[in-house]
């Protein structure tokens, strides 16, 4: 490559902060003619969204123990201890999810629309937990857009907002190198 485009292509990348700038400084034309604060707020409010999107998506992937919490996080066996919990708790059918448990003695159904998770979120291992060989807990919350119950004999029941009582979330703990489900309920 010549010289010249080197230093026109490194020309380029140096201008390209400036001209961002003037983009973003360019006032807007109003009916009373050019505006002076309207660049100032322009810029302000542009600069904002872009640090508080920055903020959020740092804030999400930060934890208090970035190494550790996100090695686990991405531990394609814990990923796939999850996946085997899910799919022994959680039947599709028709695009929604079905969920199977016992209340008074008797077993109850349940149907959950717009299913998500939400996590994981690192659980801090206390020093008893350790003794006992466990490395790390995850936690995982539930969320869905309603629920209802599906009767034997009857009509179904209504849609309720959120998840079903008692279906909080989970924890995988990883004990002696293996990951393990854990219902979680009140905490």
Same mark, same amino acid.
């Given at each position: 490559?010549?010289?010249?485009?080197?230093?026109?292509?490194?020309?380029?990348?140096?201008?390209?902060?400036?001209?961002?700038?003037? +983009? /973003?400084?360019?006032?807007?034309? @109003? @009916?009373?003619? /050019?505006?002076?604060?309207?660049?100032?707020?322009? %810029?302000?409010?542009?600069?904002?969204?872009? $640090?508080?999107?920055?903020?959020?998506?740092?804030?999400?992937?930060?934890?208090?123990?970035?190494? #550790? +919490?996100?090695?686990? $996080?991405?531990?394609?066996?814990?990923? =796939? $201890?999850?996946?085997?919990?899910?799919?022994?708790?959680? @039947?599709? %059918?028709?695009?929604?999810?079905?969920?199977?448990?016992?209340?008074?003695?008797?077993?109850?159904?349940?149907?959950?629309?717009?299913?998500?998770?939400? #996590?994981?979120? $690192?659980?801090?291992?206390? +020093?008893?937990?350790? /003794?006992?060989?466990?490395?790390?807990?995850?936690?995982?919350?539930?969320?869905?857009?309603?629920?209802?119950?599906?009767?034997?004999?009857?009509?179904?029941?209504?849609? @309720?907002?959120?998840?079903?009582?008692?279906?909080?979330?989970?924890?995988?703990?990883?004990?002696?190198?293996?990951?393990? =489900?854990? +219902?979680?309920?009140?905490?």
């Amino acid at each position: 490559m010549s010289l010249f485009l080197k230093w026109l292509g490194a020309s380029l990348l140096c201008a390209l902060p400036f001209w961002l700038v003037i +983009d /973003l400084a360019t006032p807007k034309q @109003t @009916t009373e003619g /050019l505006s002076l604060a309207g660049p100032i707020s322009r %810029v302000e409010e542009r600069f904002g969204a872009v $640090a508080s999107a920055t903020r959020r998506l740092f804030t999400a992937q930060v934890s208090q123990n970035p190494i #550790g +919490d996100s090695f686990y $996080a991405s531990d394609p066996a814990h990923l =796939a $201890a999850r996946d085997r919990y899910l799919k022994s708790l959680f @039947t599709p %059918v028709r695009g929604n999810h079905t969920f199977q448990t016992v209340e008074q003695g008797r077993p109850v159904a349940y149907e959950i629309r717009g299913l998500t998770l939400v #996590g994981p979120r $690192a659980k801090p291992v206390e +020093d008893a937990a350790r /003794l006992l060989g466990i490395e790390a807990t995850l936690m995982y919350r539930y969320r869905a857009e309603a629920h209802r119950r599906i009767l034997e004999n009857e009509a179904t029941a209504s849609w @309720t907002p959120g998840v079903p009582s008692g279906l909080d979330g989970f924890l995988l703990v990883r004990q002696g190198g293996q990951w393990s =489900a854990r +219902d979680l309920v009140g905490r």
